[in-house]
């Protein structure tokens, strides 16, 4: 069993397991690619989650909590790029994994991915409910209170959770279950729809910095970081920084934890390496390129909010359109919340995609049941039965958690998934120095070294909690791979070479055969 756990999947089975397929086409170059990368980054995070993070976490220092984020982002970024320049075939994070450290390393990435891409979709739809809401309401609309929002809360003054007297999100689960049907059907998101949504997007966040500047009150950065500059805890003991009522860090580091989910997104580019037209050139300078617009954009934007209202009056769920409306200009609210619903829209779409793909991969690996998973839909040709199960779980998730809970939860899997990539890098230089790689991450091993420093720096930084709810997702996940998995695994067919090499099938070997 140990030699299977570490099985790797060839590069020449990949490619050749897409034979007969329809391949992708090599039409990105750098700008699209960029343009993916800011469309999937501008959304929830920027629009809802810089709200919560001031107002509870950080103060006006949420700028340099960004700052940080980020930071992070491009050690984790030039890590994505080498690994998508050695397995330039369409997939994610398991694709690469599968490749590189074996079955047993894939299948947490698989199963982490599926956790990062569910609870964001649910984030997600969260977000865009509370914009939908603000929208309406402007136009003397309003959905019933008990069918507005999640039925408990955390309340950060008490430290615990409380009843909102609400029943379920109904707007969260209808948007849901509207992109469901979408994507069943086959309806998909081209380069060129993208990239007007992108300047759709790009344009009201410039619209905010700019109009906003003009009723900024310096003010109301004093003081700038009221908990502090740091924010660190160890399995919920506070070992740097503040913390609050429920034991929970706070500061500029703190923040940097709970706004990391602002950078989920930039991953993506990578995904299209095999539609990237030079993929060792374009796909590094795509991942930089969008972290780094979408950077100086949210330092902004969150300069912008935290100097028009004062950073314990903001709203945590609708926070840019309500800081214009407490500044008195409710014409700007109308039009940042209608941008806001059509950008977080897509951003919804493209998380919902993704979801889907990462269980098909899994399927045809045998990881997880085929018969469901890999059903394609015979005339739409869609993955739909695992298309409606994703479908319903973002829907009951968005229903009826609150905001807080799982924008912290998909930022510690997404973060797991970084720390492992990054160290994949480090794995694989040394036990295949010889690999080809047309994109290099530089200077290794320190800017591995630092994305797994600094992203384990920042799951320390949130709420023990997660830990938990992290550790108990990923056990479910070895018992459906110990007792499944394993066993129906296409890669436990192959063996390895005398040479402790690449595999061979073990039907059919040629001796010295290195395929």
Known sequence: MGSQLFIRKPLSLLLEEMKGENRLRRILGPVQLSALGVGCIIGTGIFVLTGKAAHDTTGPALMLS??????????????????????????SAYTYAYATMGE??????????????????????????????????????HVPYALSTAPFDYNTGLGKMVGTGAILDLPAILITWIVTWILVRGI????????????????????????????????????????????????????????????????MLAGAGIIFFAYIGFDSVSTHAEEAKNPQRDVPIGIIVSLVLCTVLYIAVAAVLTGMVPYDKLNIEAPVSDAFRQVGLPWAQFLISLGAVAGITSVLLVLMLSQPRVMLAMARDGLVPQSFFGAVH????????????????????????PLRILAELVNIGTLL????????????????????????????????????????????????????????????????????????????KFVPQPNGGTLAPADDREPGLDP
């Not at 956790?115 to 402007?138: C, M, N, P, R």
């Open 66 to 91: 960004f700052v940080a984020a980020g930071t992070a982002c491009i050690f984790a970024a030039l890590c994505y790029a080498e690994f998508a320049s050695m397995v330039p075939v369409a997939g």
């Open 417 to 492: 998934a970084f720390v492992i990539v990054c160290a994949a890098v480090l794995i694989m230089r040394r036990t295949n120095p010889n690999a080809a790689r047309p994109f290099r991450c530089p200077l290794v091993p320190l800017i591995p070294i630092l994305g797994v420093a600094t992203c384990l720096l920042l799951m320390f930084a949130l709420p023990t909690e997660n830990w938990w709810r992290l550790g108990i997702w990923l056990a479910i996940g070895f018992v459906i791979y110990f007792t499944y998995g394993r066993y129906h695994s296409e890669m436990a």
């Open 188 to 251: 998909r998101e081209s380069a060129s729809f993208n990239a007007a949504m992108v300047i759709i997007k790009v344009i009201i966040v410039f619209f905010v910095i700019v109009v906003g500047a003009f009723y900024v009150d310096p003010k109301n950065w004093v003081p700038f970081a009221p908990y502090g500059y740091s924010g660190m805890s160890f399995f919920g003991k506070t070992v740097l920084g503040q913390h609050g009522a429920g034991g929970e860090p706070l500061g």
């Open 378 to 401: 015979p005339r739409f040709r869609t993955p739909w039965k695992s298309t409606i199960l994703t479908g319903t779980f973002v829907s009951v998730l968005a229903g009826i958690m």
């Open 104 to 141: 047993l390393f894939a299948w947490i990435i698989g199963w982490d991915l599926i956790l990062e891409y569910s609870v964001a979709s649910s984030t997600v739809a969260h977000g865009w409910s509370k914009y939908f809401q603000d929208f309406i309401s402007i136009l003397g609309v």
